[in-house]
DNA sequence: TGAAATGTTGGGGCG
DNA sequence: ACGCCCCAACATTTC
């Protein structure tokens, strides 16, 4: 057997392959870095930070924090392999081609993604590695299943849910998660290739140091800190997941949403592990179904993507472009953006938002729908704010979910859905723990007050330390009024 | 994964 | 004892 040191140079004098990591931030489950570590030759991990590509759009604030750390982590996990992580700026068509020209790479392999200009960029890259010699080669891994292998029986994508999710769990299981590879031996960096950059040259952290602090707090972006998070969550979230989930104030979600976005972990090995969990614990069952549904959630809302790469600006029921939205005042968005809007569970959303770059399903449902209903405010404003604050933004849920509220999206909520959120805050967040937490200036308020301050007496006010319009504000809009007037607003459009 | 308005039913107070 | 009314509770319809 020849010595370790002989087989590396070995391999090091074979092509190498490229893996160009992307929103698959991970070492296991990821068939793309597998098919590079099992070739003959060594390896070139690389990520490249592209806002230049046609058509790119920006990361938000929270999402570049959040790479930040993630790329941080998977630099440290691929170097405890033997391997490297070299990081690019640019335009993806002209480094991969120039880097792999460099090295003499005989394979570039990376997992599919499903955004238009994403797209775009993956199928002309992979035309002119072809034709240059290199074996291109693309892989699922942030989908159990392609959007084109969930199809109506006429061949059609699904635009209802319940259908889609029909269809996708009538698919057999994903297979099984592969390990990740036990070495990922680095190929050397190639003279003449384009420059790397350094992790700090990418500038993705906040110029103001404190104003990540609720992120720390509150997360641990990379391959590990997911896997714990799983963990955790089916070790004492899984259980009761279908009714805890709907609570704010619990800690009865996964949040694995923003290491699914950056692909820290795989729906695959999720829903690997739920499946182990019910083989291990009957009691589970039910609530590893409602989660499963909403992993399809996710999966419907890429198979939409992937049919309407503009539905982050474009209605997906064109009825909706006559929807007569109003001119936001700067006053009333800042007011939405800031948490003051006098309906407490949406200011608890908003701060909860801007202060730990994550917001509950429920309170994200309602302050949401706050915004285009009550507001009349067009969701595309509503959704550029999530895109920039939430950690977990992604190109499919973040649209489709805002035009889901909005009532313009597929299978959406229909228009006259309104929520009203002091019901919605009695029902999920009974005890206001949620708004006082969040909303600390109403927290001397009884339970019975906590969702509707202004139908308190003066006396009540006045034990709590609240004072309306000085230490909390008055409803920005009156609900009622505010239903009546969306609902006027969508017959006009309609007319 | 709505809320509000409207309709229906039945118990109980009361003359 | 009976009819009338009120209204809570629930069901259905509408937005």
Redesign the pocket.
Known sequence: MAPGSEMTRLRREQPPAIVWLRDDLRLADNEALSAACAGSGPVLCIYIFDEASAGFRPYGGASRWWLHHSLEALARDIEARAGRLDLFRGPAGEIVPALARAAGAGAAFWTRRYGGAEIAVDSALKTQLADAGVKARSFKGQLLHEPWEVRKSDGGGFMV?SAFARAARALPDPVEPVAAPAAIPAAPYPAGAPARVNLEDLDLLPAKPDSAGGLKAASTPGEAGARNRLAAFIESGLEDYATSR?DPALDGVSRLSPHLRFGEISPRQIVAAIREADARNLKVARGSDKFL??IL?REFNYHLLFGHPDAARANLQPRFDQMPWRDPSAHELAAWRGGRTGYPLVDAGMRELWASGYMH??VR?VAASFLVKHLLIDWRIGEQWFWDALCDADPANNPMNWQWVAGCGADA??Y?????????GE?FDASGEYVRRWVPELGGLPDKWIHKPWLASENALREAGVSLGQTYPKPIVD??KA?ARA?EAL?KSES
């Open positions: 849910y709907n549904g909403e959630w399903n429920r449902m909520a229909p006259f859905r309104i929520f009203n959120p002091v019901l919605q029902k609900h009622a239903r609902l017959a």
